[in-house]
T-cell receptor
Framework: EPEVTQTPSHQVTQMGQEVILRCVPISNHLYFYWYRQILGQKVEFLVSFYNNEISEKSEIFDDQFSVERPDGSNFTLKIRSTKLEDSAMYFC???????????FGPGTRLTVT | GEDVEQSLFLSVREGDSSVINCTYTDSSSTYLYWYKQEPGAGLQLLTYIFSNMDMKQDQRLTVLLNKKDKHLSLRIADTQTGDSAIYFCAESPRGQGGKLIFGQGTELSVKP
């Protein structure tokens, strides 16, 4: 059964450094998403991406964040200058055209020290 | 505004039924979802219900939707120890392609 995959599973970085989180969505899916879950808090929407552009973003998704689909398979989330409060589990999700279900990857745990 | 609320914990005995409840605020939500998260794992889609339905059954899972009260529940029949996990309710205000708004999750503990 196809799955969303994410790498790395755990990333430790120092405050102020740039990080890139990578996702490979399910191959025939056209909608892509990033969510995050700070420890003990709700899963929060960050951004959605369709047809090579951002379709919606939350207030969290400020100028420090960017997303890209650099090729036909990867979907990345970049944080330019990480802050301590960016420490969270980051989930990628994808959905196919015409469907309402979003399928999530296993997540990348980002720890900013 | 958009908000989804769940109780934080539920403990049941193996073989009993579990009922996990959720309330949401956005009456325009077209689809409502239940996801399961096991320790160290991602979010697994369990089931979903369209807002014009009252009930959906899928094997041991029954979803009930009371649109008037904006209340969603997930019933797990014959709960097993393997059902121990965090269960998240989510709504989709915009429908297809739109974001999901999650509750804080209910931790289900199943005791043998």
């Amino acid at each position: 059964e196809p799955e969303v995959t994410q790498t790395p599973s755990h990333q430790v970085t120092q405050m102020g450094q740039e990080v890139i989180l990578r996702c490979v969505p399910i191959s025939n899916h056209l909608y892509f998403y990033w969510y995050r879950q700070i420890l003990g808090q709700k899963v929060e929407f960050l951004v959605s991406f369709y047809n090579n552009e951002i379709s919606e973003k939350s207030e969290i998704f400020d100028d420090q964040f960017s997303v890209e689909r650099p090729d036909g398979s990867n979907f990345t989330l970049k944080i330019r200058s990480t802050k301590l409060e960016d420490s969270a589990m980051y989930f990628c999700a994808s959905a196919r055209m015409g469907a309402y279900e979003q399928y999530f990857g296993p997540g990348t745990r980002l720890t900013v020290t | 505004g958009e908000d989804v609320e769940q109780s934080l914990f539920l403990s049941v005995r193996e073989g009993d039924s579990s009922v996990i409840n959720c309330t949401y605020t956005d009456s325009s939500s077209t689809y409502l979802y239940w996801y399961k998260q096991e320790p160290g794992a991602g979010l697994q889609l369990l089931t979903y219900i369209f807002s014009n339905m009252d009930m959906k059954q899928d094997q041991r899972l029954t979803v009930l939707l009371n649109k008037k009260d904006k209340h969603l529940s997930l019933r797990i029949a014959d709960t097993q120890t393997g059902d121990s996990a965090i269960y998240f309710c989510a709504e989709s205000p915009r429908g297809q392609g739109g974001k999901l708004i999650f509750g804080q999750g209910t931790e289900l503990s199943v005791k043998p």
